[in-house]
């Protein structure tokens, strides 16, 4: 498995489903890795600058679901609680451990935290 690069950016305190699909370049449109029987899946988010410390961490049944094993898709679910008191860059990543207990990480990227106006409007 080769992972994929994901940038993006969200508003504090918005949801946001992050679909991967894994695939054996790393490529959206590559062949897809069936990820039945995974043992683990698990993403984090963290600071890019200085110590690097984990701001949030999402594992499989706690935030990750596969929605389709043979297609190699899984969600990741951000929920409202998770970005509200977060603003800047970060950096994140997701791994997989496959039922033979290989460990691969099949993303990567930046991840923009934008402050929010309306927080207080609602």
């Given at each position: 498995m080769t992972h994929q690069v994901q940038d993006f950016s969200i508003h504090a305190g918005d949801d946001l489903i992050i679909p991967v699909t894994v695939t054996e370049d790393g490529t959206p449109t590559?062949?897809?890795v069936d990820i039945t029987g995974a043992l683990l899946i698990v993403w984090a988010l963290s600071t890019r600058e200085g110590t690097i410390a984990r701001v949030l961490t999402k594992t499989l049944g706690e935030?990750?679901?596969v929605?389709?094993?043979?297609?190699?898709?899984?969600?990741?679910?951000i929920d409202t609680e998770d970005t509200r008191d977060l603003?800047?860059?970060y950096q994140h990543q997701a791994r997989i451990t496959d039922s033979g207990g290989s460990k691969s990480t099949v993303m990567s990227g930046l991840v923009t935290v934008d402050p929010t106006i309306l927080e207080d409007a609602e």
């Open positions: 590559g062949t897809p935030g990750i679901e929605t389709d094993a043979s297609g190699g898709v899984f969600e990741v679910t603003s800047g860059r």
